[in-house]
Nanobody
Framework: QVQLVESGGGLVQAGGSLRLSCAAS????????MGWFRQAPGKQRELVAR???????NYADSVKGRFTISRDNAKNTVYLQMNSLKPEDTAVYYC??????????WGQGTLVTVSS
């Protein structure tokens, strides 16, 4: 079963940018979709962005126009480019892979902190 490892989180000032990476231990070519979720303290985990094997994307309304999800199948990696960051984007960000109808895999998460 594929394993996911996120990286790229950190502390950034409001208005800044970060790029998160999600490296998979195996091929992601047929994983559909892959996505990024986040969980802020005291809140439920929520979808941030998803990308299908064909490259179609969808985003949470709160991040549209600021975040971009992409995938590099050759590198077995999914990215989340985050621009114009806001304090409310502070959360642990998790990578997700929907292996099939019944099985999904999560990474361990990477913390993003946006200071005002």
């Amino acid at each position: 079963q594929v394993q996911l490892v996120e990286s790229g989180g950190g502390l950034v000032q409001a208005g800044g940018s970060l790029r998160l990476s999600c490296a998979a231990s195996g091929s992601i070519l047929r994983i559909n979709p892959m996505g990024w979720f986040r969980q802020a303290p005291g809140k439920q985990r929520e979808l941030v962005a998803r990308i299908t094997s064909g490259g179609s994307t969808n985003y949470a309304d709160s991040v549209k126009g600021r975040f971009t999800i992409s995938r590099d199948n050759a590198k077995n990696t999914v990215y989340l480019q985050m621009n114009s960051l806001k304090p409310e984007d502070t959360a642990v960000y998790y990578c997700n892979a929907q292996l099939n109808q019944y099985v999904e895999v999560w990474g361990q998460g990477t913390l993003v902190t946006v200071s005002s």
